[in-house]
DNA sequence: AACTTCCTCAACCGCTTGCAG
DNA sequence: TCTGCAAGCGGTTGAGGAAGT
């Protein structure tokens, strides 16, 4: 990733791509010595062929003092959750409430996890399709012979599939009840959850829930 | 070992917001 | 109040590496 790509120059003669080691020192210099703000002369005077935009981009998410590498734990992965169930993708305000980790990265982390469920959500319908072919084709089957026996069987199955079905298709609005009443010490008016009580709320919670539960079963992700 | 598919994450793009003149 | 610019934000893309076949 580091190497450089194909990416060339945008039309205003800007350079793309990844940034080199020398770009990136140049920038850290500049800022720690002028500080940030003013992106488009930070590109300029740190005598960088970059975009202000492109400049802040990489300050914001890389270069930035304080900032966590590596695997968000479980308990800033229990946070995401929460503060995405009352705030949908605010991903800036959502990292906020995870100091040393840019709203990019849990973006991406929540899309990861996101296109997961989604894959799961997926199979069970194709589950759930599989089973009604398969019924259709024991109905035909059965009907002649035991016409109101098998109905019973077949409702059975179905109420079944249903009823647990309905658990993971939760509302939006009914999902977010869930995580208001499980967020304890709420400031209602702010709308600002007491991180420091969340913090201890979503560890507890996310070690005794089990990841099946909290992926598919607790809310339906997709907004 | 070779190929394919999947996952991760840095970076770009376009839209929105905020602010100064 | 209007306009233009810069910053910020969320969505999307695409390269590289890991995992699977």
Not at 95 to 106: C, F, H, Q, S, V
Not at 134 to 153: C, F, G, N, T, Y
Not at 178 to 204: E, G, I, K, R
């Amino acid at each position: 990733m580091a190497t450089m790509m194909a990416w060339g120059v945008s039309e205003q003669g800007w350079r793309k791509g990844p940034w080199t080691p020398e770009e990136d020192k140049l920038l850290s210099e500049y800022v720690s010595l002028h500080g940030d703000g003013r992106w488009s002369s930070v590109a300029r005077s740190a005598g960088l062929n970059r975009s202000g935009k492109s400049c802040r981009l990489r300050w914001v998410n890389y270069l930035r003092p304080g900032l966590k590498r590596g695997q968000l734990t479980p308990q800033e992965e229990g946070i995401i959750i929460e503060l995405h169930a009352l705030w949908g993708n605010k991903w800036s305000t959502i990292a906020k409430y995870l100091p040393g980790r840019t709203d990019n990265e849990i973006k991406n982390y929540w899309r990861t996890h996101f296109k997961k469920k989604e894959k799961s959500s997926i199979k069970h319908e194709q589950r759930k399709q599989q089973i009604k072919q398969l019924e259709e084709q024991h109905l035909e089957q059965q009907e002649q012979q035991q016409p109101i026996e098998h109905d019973m069987m077949t409702r059975s199955v179905l109420f079944h599939e249903e009823t647990s079905t309905d658990q993971k298709t939760t509302e939006p609005q009914e999902r977010q009840q869930t995580a208001f009443t499980h967020t304890t010490n709420y400031d209602q008016h702010q709308c600002l959850p007491h991180h420091h009580v969340m913090h201890q709320d979503v560890a507890s919670w996310s070690d005794t829930v089990g990841d099946d539960v909290l992926w598919s079963g607790l809310w339906n992700l997709d907004d």
